[in-house]
C-alpha cells in the first residue's frame, strides 16, 4: 500500500485507498453509502476568515448526487459584505471532493468538505479567498515553470483556571512538558482529530508564552504543519481553527488566536514556510547552500513584505504584536536562523552527513537530502485571511522570479542581516532597513500603491483589493501606539473585541 495511505488517520482515506486529490464523486456516495453516514456538511470561509457550514440531511441517493454535483444557493452579501450587495447577492457554494472528512464532533455520522464559490453566472467568484489562492498558484506556474508548497505554524493561547500546583515559568513555557505545562494532552487530542480532517501535521509544543491574570492561566501552544500544495496548506489551517476552538468548548477551555493580549508576554503568530518546487524537487538549495531561485523569491518579499501585512495582519491588536524585543519582526531584512528577521531561512539539513547515524552507531551512514529546507516568513498572525495570506506570498515570490537575476540578487544581498537588529550592535543595520507599516491604516497605504501587482494576471480581483482597503482603513488606528499608551485600558478593549479573531 502507498505509504501515504497505510497510517493516514483521515477515515475516508484509509476506507477507499486512496489520496484526497483522487477523490471523485462516486468515490464519496460510496464511502456515505457504505457507512452509514446520515447527514452532508458544506463548509466555506467567509470575509471574516471564520468557518461557516450549510447542513444537508440524505433523503435519498439522488439528492446526494445532486448536492455534490450543483452545490447550493447562498447568501453572499451576508457571508461577504464588503464585495456583494444585497440586491444581487445570490452565490453557488459547490463542495472539493479532496477536502472530505468524517466530522470527528457531530453526533449524527457526518461527511464534510470544503467548498468553492461560484457568482451567479457559473464563473468562480472572483472575491473567493480559495480562488484567489488558485489563481496565485496557477499564475507562479505559468510565469516560473514550478509549483509552490506552504505550511503554517499556528500559535495560540489556552486559557483555563489558576492550578497553584506546579505552576509554569513566565515567559519560559518552550517545549515545557507536564506537569508544569497544564495543555500538552488538549494540544494532542487537537492534533489527533486535525490530521482526522486532513491536516498533514510535524510537531507540537508548548510555546515560550505563560503567564497569570485574573485568576486565569494563559498558555501558549504551537501546532506546525507539513509543506504542501499551497491550496491544501491552506484548507488545513483554516479546518485546525475549527478543530482547536471546537474541542476547547468542549474541555470547557477558552482558546485564543488574537495576535497580542497583553503587554510584555509573548504574542502569537501565524508564521508561513515556503519552498519552490520542480518535479518533486526542493529548489531553495543548490551545492548544500541557499539557491539563487530561493533568493530571488526573498527579494520579491523583501519588495511587498509591507503591503504584505494587509492580508497576513488584518485587525489593530496585530500591531501591538510586532514591536521590537518579543521575537517579532519590525524591520524588512532577512537572515539565516535569525529570529529579529522578516524573513528567516531556518536549519535546513544541509550538512551532508546522517544525523541518525552519528546519533545511533548501528544505523548506516547516509548522505542528507535537502529536502526540508524552507524560507519563513514571521510577520503574519491569526487574524489572518489565510488563503489571501498565501495568494500574496506566491505573488511576492512570482515578483522577485520576475526580476532581472542581478537585480533581485542584489536586492536580496542588501537586505540581508546577519545579527540581531534591535541589539547595540545592529543599530546602523536597523538604521538603513525600512520599517514594516505599524497600523492597518499604514498597512492599507502601501497595499494601494502596489495594488498592480497583486491584480497581475487576474490573482486578486480590484473588488477584493477594494474590500481589503476599506476594512483596514475602517479601523481609523493610524495614531493607535501614542493613544494605548496614553491610555493603558484602551488596549485590553481592542483586546476583548478582537479576542476571536479570524
Known amino acids: 500500500m502507498n505509504k501515504k495511505i497505510s497510517l493516514n488517520p483521515n477515515e475516508i482515506v484509509s476506507s477507499l485507498g486512496k489520496l484526497p486529490e483522487t477523490f471523485t464523486k462516486k468515490d464519496i456516495v460510496d464511502f456515505i453509502i457504505g457507512h452509514g453516514i446520515k447527514m452532508v456538511d458544506f463548509m466555506y470561509p467567509a470575509e471574516d476568515g471564520r468557518v461557516k457550514?450549510?447542513?444537508?440531511?440524505?433523503?435519498?441517493?439522488?439528492?446526494?448526487?445532486?448536492?455534490?454535483?450543483?452545490?447550493?444557493?447562498?447568501?453572499?452579501?451576508?457571508?461577504?459584505?464588503?464585495?456583494?450587495?444585497?440586491?444581487?447577492?445570490?452565490?453557488?457554494?459547490?463542495?472539493?471532493?479532496?477536502?472530505?472528512?468524517?466530522?470527528?464532533?457531530?453526533?449524527?455520522?457526518?461527511?464534510?468538505?470544503?467548498?468553492?464559490?461560484?457568482?451567479?453566472?457559473?464563473?468562480?467568484?472572483d472575491c473567493d479567498p480559495s480562488q484567489t489562492l488558485a489563481r496565485a498558484q496557477e499564475a507562479f506556474f505559468a510565469s516560473t515553470g514550478f509549483t509552490f508548497e506552504a505550511m503554517a505554524e499556528l500559535e495560540y493561547y489556552v486559557i483555563a483556571e489558576e492550578d497553584p500546583l506546579f505552576p509554569g515559568t513566565e515567559q519560559h513555557g518552550y517545549h515545557e512538558t507536564e506537569p508544569f505545562a497544564k495543555m500538552n494532552d488538549f494540544r494532542r487530542q487537537c492534533m489527533e482529530l486535525i490530521a482526522k480532517t486532513g491536516g498533514h501535521i510535524k510537531y507540537g509544543h508548548s510555546e515560550v508564552g505563560n503567564f497569570?491574570?485574573?485568576?486565569?492561566?494563559?498558555?501558549?501552544?504551537?501546532?506546525?504543519?507539513?509543506?504542501?500544495?499551497?491550496?491544501?496548506?491552506a484548507d488545513q489551517i483554516l479546518l485546525a481553527k475549527w478543530v482547536i476552538r471546537n474541542l476547547a468548548y468542549q474541555w470547557g477551555l477558552d482558546?485564543?488566536?488574537?495576535?497580542?493580549?497583553?503587554?510584555?508576554?509573548?504574542?502569537?503568530?501565524?508564521?508561513?514556510?515556503?519552498?519552490?518546487?520542480?518535479?518533486?524537487?526542493?529548489?531553495?538549495?543548490?551545492?548544500?547552500?541557499?539557491?539563487?531561485?530561493?533568493?530571488?523569491?526573498?527579494?520579491?518579499?523583501?519588495?511587498?513584505a509591507p503591503s504584505i501585512t494587509a492580508f497576513g495582519n488584518k485587525n489593530p491588536t496585530s500591531f501591538f504584536r510586532l514591536v521590537p524585543h518579543q521575537e517579532a519582526p519590525t524591520n524588512v531584512c532577512w537572515g539565516d536562523c535569525n529570529r529579529s528577521a522578516l524573513v528567516r531561512v531556518p536549519l535546513g539539513w544541509r550538512g551532508g552527513r546522517s544525523l541518525s547515524a552519528m546519533a545511533n552507531p548501528l544505523e548506516a551512514d547516509a548522505v542528507l537530502e535537502s529536502s526540508k529546507q524552507t524560507v519563513e516568513m514571521r510577520s503574519p498572525d491569526g487574524s489572518a485571511d489565510i488563503y489571501q495570506l498565501?495568494?500574496?506570498?506566491?505573488?511576492?515570490?512570482?515578483?522577485?522570479?520576475?526580476?532581472?537575476?542581478?537585480?533581485?540578487?542584489d536586492l536580496a544581498a542588501e537586505k540581508y542581516v546577519d545579527l540581531d537588529i534591535h541589539k547595540k550592535e545592529g543599530a546602523e543595520v536597523l538604521a538603513r532597513l525600512d520599517a514594516l507599516p505599524a497600523s492597518c491604516a499604514a498597512s492599507a497605504d502601501c497595499l494601494e500603491k502596489v495594488r498592480t501587482v497583486y491584480e497581475e494576471a487576474g490573482v486578486f480581483s480590484p473588488r477584493m483589493i477594494d474590500g481589503v482597503l476599506q476594512a483596514l482603513r475602517s479601523y481609523d488606528d493610524a495614531d493607535l501606539h501614542a493613544r494605548a499608551d496614553a491610555d493603558p485600558t484602551l488596549m485590553k478593549e481592542y483586546v476583548d473585541k478582537f479576542f476571536y479573531c479570524g
Open 53 to 125: 457550514t450549510l447542513n444537508f440531511v440524505i433523503n435519498d441517493q439522488e439528492y446526494l448526487e445532486t448536492i455534490l454535483t450543483e452545490g447550493e444557493r447562498v447568501d453572499g452579501s451576508s457571508l461577504f459584505p464588503s464585495f456583494v450587495q444585497p440586491g444581487s447577492s445570490d452565490l453557488y457554494v459547490v463542495p472539493r471532493y479532496r477536502t472530505a472528512f468524517v466530522d470527528p464532533f457531530a453526533e449524527i455520522p457526518t461527511v464534510a468538505m470544503l467548498c468553492t464559490f461560484f457568482d451567479k453566472d457559473g464563473q468562480p467568484f
Open 390 to 409: 498565501m495568494a500574496a506570498l506566491c505573488v511576492a515570490c512570482r515578483y522577485g522570479l520576475s526580476l532581472d537575476r542581478k537585480t533581485a540578487l
Open 255 to 304: 482558546v485564543t488566536f488574537a495576535p497580542k493580549i497583553i503587554v510584555g508576554e509573548a504574542g502569537s503568530g501565524m508564521h508561513i514556510h515556503m519552498r519552490i518546487m520542480n518535479d518533486g524537487h526542493n529548489c531553495m538549495t543548490e551545492g548544500g547552500e541557499l539557491s539563487e531561485i530561493a533568493r530571488r523569491a526573498i527579494a520579491g518579499m523583501m519588495v511587498l
Open 212 to 233: 497569570t491574570l485574573d485568576g486565569k492561566v494563559y498558555e501558549q501552544n504551537e501546532i506546525e504543519f507539513l509543506p504542501d500544495p499551497v491550496e491544501s496548506a
